[in-house]
């Protein structure tokens, strides 16, 4: 391949996030917006120092398994800005993403024998990842403010489920964050019945108010998940898992308890370090917010007049329909060029949810492909 070609190809590249080869706008895809002006020098210093203090062989030589100690104590700064206290840094365990601590989890904390309880409508991978262990899957009802109390209360006595996966801030894909009131309560009954809560707390990063995890009310039941995929670049792939004490965590993430590869890119895990010691991160999560607050704002005006689900700092939008088929208003914007989740993807098979469309606002390159991607989605909706 020519020096031509290698750079039509990279060019192509950049554009690929938002525009497939067919002239498809994903916004299926829930990708925090790219901030390059921000992100290209900040992350370029950190790389040059951590090369500058560790050579590439020694760097790469082997797996980081669980973190070094310094990724450990540096981690246990970066999950304290959201759980208010710092953990103990065995309580620490560096993976390569939430999706690969999850798999870890499952199998672990949850086992064939109990359920494990999601949110009605959830993280579509969830159910997937649950099968491929043979455990089962029981739902539990949410309503405009999250998961349901009374619903979670019922699920636990009918059930008896080994754990709770869920999102409290920005739940995908309603967008909903719990009020601290209702953390409290899931809290309560989760201690009450010896419930496990394995929290995906990944868009939190965002948000403008910080509310406290439900894991930071009942930390002895909970493996908290805090990744940066979803906050700082898709390509960061990295998170920080805390379990409930030290000896948990070591039984649930010994190197080779799963045939998986759970353990973090020792590129990624030094980088993410060096942005942490540093303070660079914070930077880059500022550059992230303000550019999908923009976003969010041309959201709202483009689709003024209808009734949305949305924050400023949420990478997702969620659009209930009235009348009208999701799955087909889905496919009729995939005919027009703009490929969206209709919420049948977050929900069981057998169970019929509300008809809504869920666009993801970061994906996009430009504000400008955006733009052209929402005035279809405007001529699509009733």
Known sequence: MDEMALSNLGSRTAADRAISADGVIRLALNHPPPVPDVFNPIVSEAMNRVLATTPPAELMATHRW????????????????RLGDRPDPDRII????????????????????????VEQMSYPPIRSFAARYGIRVVDVAID????????????????????????????????VTMSVGRRKEIAAIARRHQVQIIEDDIY??????????ISAFV??????????????????KLAFVVAPNGADAAQAFWPGIRATYWMASPVSAALMAELISSGDDLKILDAVKIELAARHHLVVNGLSGKWLASDPGCLHVWIPLKGVSSNRTAAALLRDGVQVADSASYARDGWIPPEAIRIGIGNPES???????ISRIRRALP
């Open 204 to 213: 939190s990063l965002l948000a403008a108010s910080s509310l406290p995890p």
């Open 367 to 373: 504000r400008s492909v955006l733009r052209e991607a």
């Open 144 to 175: 405009g403010h999250g998961l349901n109390p009374n619903a979670f209360e019922q699920v636990c006595r009918r059930d008896r489920p080994a754990a709770l996966y869920l999102l409290s801030t920005f739940q995908n894909p309603t967008t």
């Open 66 to 81: 669980m973190g070094t100690e310094k990724d450990r104590q540096l981690g246990a700064v970066f999950v304290a800005r």
């Open 219 to 236: 930390p002895e039941l909970s493996w908290y998940l805090l990744g940066t995929a979803k906050s700082f670049s898709a390509g960061l």
């Open 94 to 117: 560096i993976t390569h993403s939430t999706q690969a601590a999850v798999h870890m989890l499952l199998p672990t904390v949850v086992g064939e024998v109990r359920p494990l309880a």
